[in-house]
């Protein structure tokens, strides 16, 4: 057992750290979102509401956001017609905490590892919001597409996005990153 445990050290330590960054984090995100009553919505999700207001706004001055008197989300208006909410899943932040969780897992040199946090997290965020403004002018267009866009291309669009980012934290910052200079 021990040979086994020496062979596949490094796997174990990758899944060991990552699990646990995410548990930790997620913990932390639920203690954050338990800290608002159950119809109020969290200000991270107002943030990205208001910031895909403010792009969608740049294309049409006939969009805009209007909070549910009654739910914790926002509804989307594209050109005066409501086609969307956006909900607490929609600020991207589930997505950060697994970004985050497979840099910390592939972690390299402590303030690379920052920077690499911080400008991924924040390219995820604006993208995310480029994604919400996409998104709700498509179904506005297309609204007989909603399904595919919202459960197929969008989420292919973000997690590749994420995916792309891993390799390059793999390729060029981890502490696995390859020495080699061609």
């Not at 594209?78 to 950060?96: F, H, P, T």
């Not at 498509?138 to 399904?147: A, G, S």
């Amino acid at each position: 057992m021990k040979k086994y445990f020496i062979l596949y050290k490094p796997f174990l330590l990758f899944l060991g750290t990552f699990f646990l960054t995410y548990i930790v984090l997620t913990f932390l995100y639920q203690q954050y979102l338990n800290g608002f009553q159950e119809n109020e919505m969290d200000s991270i999700t107002r943030m990205v509401s208001d910031n895909t207001q403010w792009v969608m706004q740049l294309f049409n001055n006939q969009s805009y956001i209007e909070e549910s008197a009654t739910h914790p989300y926002m509804k989307l208006f594209y050109d005066g017609k409501y086609v969307a909410r956006i909900v607490e899943g929609c600020n991207a932040i589930s997505v950060i905490i697994l970004f985050v969780s497979f840099v910390v897992a592939f972690s390299g040199k402590l303030k690379t590892t920052l920077l690499f946090i911080f400008g991924g997290s924040l390219l995820i965020y604006v993208l995310n919001v480029l994604r919400i403004a996409a998104l709700s002018s498509l179904i506005f267009y297309f609204p007989k597409q909603e399904p595919f866009l919202h459960g197929v291309l969008f989420p292919l669009y973000i997690y590749g996005v994420v995916f792309m980012l891993w390799l390059i934290w793999v390729r060029n910052f981890s502490r696995y990153a390859s020495k080699d200079t061609k």
